[in-house]
């Protein structure tokens, strides 16, 4: 089995930044896309941002321009740079690879990783 580790979230103040990381627990050949969730009380989960394998990356809306995502193949990571956070992003945020190939050929789908609460106070 592989699993992503996700960590980085906290508190922070309006305005502030914060960045969030994801690596996958054990060695690995390769993961194809990634993308960061996220899930406020009462809400549906949403995706915030994804980056394909290539580096190909798409945001939702309410994140553009404040938000980046960034991958680094060789450590089989991917990252969550968030900057003038706002009281609305306050959510569990989650990663997501949608394959990861083992080094001996094994594959797994729709990977994720443990949430982290982000809270961003006014």
């Known amino acids: 089995q592989v699993q992503l580790v996700v960590s980085g979230g906290g508190l922070v103040q309006a305005g502030g930044s914060l960045r969030l990381s994801c690596a996958a627990s054990r060695s690995i050949r390769r993961i194809r896309n990634m993308g960061w969730y996220r899930q406020a009380p009462g809400k549906q989960r949403e995706l915030v941002a994804s980056?394909?394998?290539?580096?190909?990356?798409n945001y939702a809306d309410s994140v553009k321009g404040r938000f980046t995502i960034s991958r680094d193949n060789a450590k089989k990571a991917a990252y969550l740079q968030m900057n003038s956070l706002k009281p609305e992003d306050t959510a569990v945020y989650y990663c997501?690879?949608?394959?990861?190939?083992?080094?001996?050929?094994?594959?797994?789908?729709?990977?994720w990783g443990q949430g982290t609460q982000v809270t961003v106070s006014s």
């Open positions: 997501n690879a949608d394959r990861i190939w083992r080094g001996d050929g094994v594959w797994y789908g729709d990977v």
């Open positions: 980056i394909t394998e290539d580096d190909t990356k």
